[in-house]
C-alpha cells in the first residue's frame, strides 16, 4: 500500500492511501459510479441503473481497481491498468460532496508520478459535455480524439 499526506481545504493534514478492491466492493462501487455520473448519463439518455451495473461490472477488474481511502475511510476508486505502452484511467469516482475539495487533484498527481516514474503515457476516456473534461485539461491532459459520447485524452510527463 502507498501513503502520502495531502493538505485539505480544512488545512488539517489527512492520510490518503490506496488500497486493492475485491469482489466484495463491487455493490458500493457501482453505488458511488450512478451518484456519480446518473446525471450525465440521464442527459446523454444512457442511464438505467441495470445499465449502470452492467458496464461497471464488464469492465471491473479487482486486481487493477484501488479503493481510495483518507483517514482510514472510504473515499472513492480509481482503475488504473497497465497497458505495456501507457497506463489507463478509469473510473476515477469520488462522492459527489467529496468533490472540488482537491482530491481528485491529489489521486490523479500521485497516479501522473507513478506514470512519469514508469516513463509512460496516461491514457483516459470522459463523456463528452462532463465538467470531469475541464479537471483533465487542467491537468495538462490533452485531447487526442472526439465521438458524440467520449472524449479521449493523453498525458505525458
Not at 148 to 156: E, F, G, P, R
Request: proline letters at 5%; glycine letters at 8%; aromatic letters at 8%.
Amino acid at each position: 500500500m502507498q501513503s502520502e499526506s495531502v493538505q485539505t481545504k480544512s488545512a488539517s493534514l489527512k492520510e490518503l492511501r490506496f488500497s486493492p478492491a475485491s469482489p466484495v466492493d463491487i455493490d458500493r462501487l457501482v453505488a458511488l459510479k450512478i451518484a456519480v455520473m446518473r446525471g450525465e448519463l440521464e442527459r446523454l439518455g444512457r442511464y438505467t441503473p441495470e445499465r449502470a451495473r452492467d458496464r461497471f461490472l464488464a469492465g471491473f477488474s479487482p486486481h487493477a481497481t484501488r479503493l481510495i481511502n483518507i483517514d482510514g475511510d472510504f473515499a472513492g476508486c480509481v482503475t488504473v491498468h497497465d497497458r505495456g505502452d501507457h497506463i489507463e484511467i478509469e473510473h476515477l469516482y469520488l462522492p459527489p460532496e467529496s468533490q472540488g475539495a482537491g482530491l481528485g487533484r491529489r489521486v490523479m498527481e500521485r497516479l501522473m508520478k507513478e506514470a512519469a516514474a514508469a516513463a509512460k503515457p496516461i491514457r483516459l476516456t470522459v463523456l463528452n459535455g462532463s465538467p470531469a473534461n475541464r479537471f483533465y485539461k487542467r491537468l495538462g491532459f490533452v485531447e487526442t480524439n472526439r465521438d458524440a459520447i467520449d472524449i479521449n485524452y493523453v498525458w505525458t510527463a
